[in-house]
Structures are given as C-alpha cells and as structure tokens.
C-alpha cells in the first residue's frame, strides 16, 4: 500500500515563507548558528538594523511566525530563530532530562553564535520556557525580554486535545501520514484560542498559508510530536516553578492573551507575580499566539517596552 506521508519539500515551504514576509514588507537574510551545548546549528533569519532582538517560537511552529510582528518593528535588528527540529533547522533529540541544562545556556549560545554580548528576547510557548531558563541562568545576557502567551511547562493545566493526541504513539505516526489541509490549520488555531479571529476572518491568508506550509512540507510536525511527547511525559521534573521564576532577574513584559487555552489570567497573574520585574497585560480577545490576533497592538507594546530606559545598575 502506498504511503500516505507527504515528504519535506524546501524549495514549495521556502517559497510560502518568502511570501508571508513579503505580505509584511520585508526580505530577511540567512545564516547558521552554531550551539555549542548541542554541537548543532539552528537557522537565523535576520532582518532589521538598530538593537538586537532574539525571537524564539514554540512548538509546532518556525520562525517565520514571527512575521507579522515583525512587520510592525522598526528600529531594531531582528533575529528569527528556527529553534532545532523546527523550521529549516536540524533536530537535536531534547528530553526531560537534558532540557534543563540546554535551556539554559540556549540564550547564551546563540548570542556567542552571533558574535552579541546580550539582546533583547521576544519569545512564546516553548520558546518562552527556553528564555525562561536562559534568563535565570545567565540574566547578564539580555537586556529586556517580552512573553507573548503561556510558556510551556509553566504549569500543568489540560493539554489542547491536539497536543494530548501527540502524547499517543499511533497518533503522531497518524498525524504524520495524513498530509495536512487548510481545516488542519484552522483546526490547531482553534485549539490555541484564535477562535475570535478566525470567525472574523482576523487571521491573515498568508499566516494560515505558512502554517499549512510549515506542517505540510518540513518535518516540524513530526519532530515537535516527538518533543511534546517526550516532555509531557516527564513534566513533573520540568515544570517550572517558582524558584526559577525568581531567579529571572530580566525586566519583563508579559502580553498573556485572555483566550490562551494552556492558561489563563489566573496563571498570568501567578507566574508575574513570582518574578522580581515583570509587568503583566492580559490580552482581551487574543489566544495563545497573541500576535496573529493583534500583530500592530502587540508590536506596539513589546517595542515600547523595549524602547524604554533599563534603569538597572
């Protein structure tokens, strides 16, 4: 019988990509960057002139996500990560048990890759975790950080049905057979609490057209099953608490979307709360991606907090 699996196809995922950052305006430059704690490379898009930003993604999802944002960005120097296994980067096999120590150097190892002493960090989701426990290990690193969105393995609330499924072996080998469609997309943005905007039709053509492209020709979906559900499995050591979060001596803003379905404001206001510096701003009519709600408003947000004097010592 002949398989149903849609094999990676660069050139039709790059050509997708190229048009979502052409829907913003821009046409950012490439290169690698080697992590010295993983001995692999990630790809950096990079895009932009002024300070620079680091932007890291979450699960099931690549760089370019951070478009739209980045479309309404000017004045800073933004680097777009394709976090390992995601995107056009290679995977690196991360676990409960090594992700602690990877995490927390992760920061640091990109910015010695890129030749930068410290940055400013905009992350979501499992990125926002990566930038959690890079900023309470080697806060010197950064500048100012913005959380858009729950960051994984904060707390354990329930799972959105899809990434429970991936916890499932013979869903993830299912998932990744079927090749996916345009209601796979809606699907997952549904999941993820962009319920308002769908109905709206606030989701922009082209971010729903990379999305299909991402999970359709990389193999993102099936290395991110694999993460999801290596790390659910040993979330009890990987959830972060609130030692760590105390630790993340980083002024931070958090843009929390009110509809975020792996948690809500209470949790916003708890994980603020713990940390020395942070600010909270609970996002009415948003999901777990803020930004594809509201990409100008959120821009407008993180770059005023960015802009604003570190009166730190």
């Known amino acids: 019988m002949r398989s149903l699996r849609v094999e990676p196809d660069v050139a039709q995922y790059r050509r997708v990509e190229a048009e979502l950052w052409s829907s913003v305006g821009l046409v950012p430059t490439e290169r690698r960057v080697r992590l010295a704690c993983t001995g692999t490379s990630v790809r950096v898009q990079d895009v932009g002139s002024g300070d620079p930003v680091l932007l890291l993604h979450g699960e099931l999802d690549a760089g370019a996500t951070w478009a739209p944002l980045v479309g309404h960005l000017p004045g800073v120097r933004c680097l777009v990560i394709d976090r390992p296994g995601a995107g056009l980067s290679a995977p690196y096999p991360i676990t409960a048990t090594n992700l602690p120590r990877i995490a927390s150097a992760f920061v640091a190892d990109l910015l010695d890759g890129l030749g930068l002493c410290s940055a400013h960090v905009v992350a979501s989701s499992f990125g926002g975790h990566l930038a959690l426990r890079s900023a309470a290990a ?149 999901g777990h991606l803020p930004w594809l709600d509201d990409p100008e408003g959120m821009a407008t947000a993180a770059l005023d907090f960015l802009n604003a004097a570190d009166v730190r010592s």
């Open 138 to 286: 080697t806060p010197h690193r950064f500048r100012r950080m913005v959380q858009l969105g729950c960051p994984a393995f904060v707390t354990r609330p329930p799972a959105p049905a899809l990434l429970r499924l991936l916890t499932r072996s013979w869903a993830r080998t299912t998932l990744t057979a079927l090749p996916p469609g345009p209601r796979a997309v809606r699907v997952l943005m549904r999941q993820l609490g962009h319920g308002n905007s769908l109905g709206r039709e606030g989701l922009a053509p082209a971010v729903l057209d990379y999305y299909l492209a991402l999970l359709r020709h990389t193999d993102t979906r099936r290395h991110d099953g694999e993460l999801i559900a290596e790390l659910v499995a040993g979330q009890a050591r990987i959830t972060l608490d609130d030692t760590v979060l105390a630790a993340v001596d980083v002024p931070t803003l958090w843009l929390w979307g009110a509809d975020d379905t792996l948690a809500g404001p209470d949790v916003a206001r708890r994980v603020a709360n713990a940390m020395p510096d942070a600010t909270l701003r609970v996002v009415v009519g948003a």
